[in-house]
């Protein structure tokens, strides 16, 4: 648990999900009700996450699914990298 916890708080550091949360909060909205929002947000996108990952490894290893994130996150960085510097 300890080893997810850190992984998905370093992922979302700063991202545009963040940055979204951020304008909402910036916007005069109530912080609470920005705050209950963007965590219920993020807490139905991890249990879609965790169903559709437990219903795929009874198809696919977890192996190959591990790989197949792996070598999905280098192209996706390799994609985005390009485009930085491609303009």
Do not use: N, Y
């Not at 807490?43 to 197949?68: H, M, N």
């Amino acid at each position: 648990m300890g080893t997810t916890f850190a992984a998905v708080f370093i992922a979302e550091l700063g991202d545009k999900t963040q940055l979204a949360t951020l304008s909402f909060a910036t916007s005069g909205s109530s912080r609470w009700a920005v705050f209950l929002g963007s965590a219920t947000a993020l807490v139905l996108t991890s249990a879609i996450a965790v169903v559709f990952g437990e219903a795929l490894t009874r198809v696919v290893s977890p192996k190959v699914l591990q790989r197949a994130a792996g070598a999905l996150f280098l192209v996706i960085g390799a994609w985005v990298s390009w485009q930085a510097w491609s303009k």
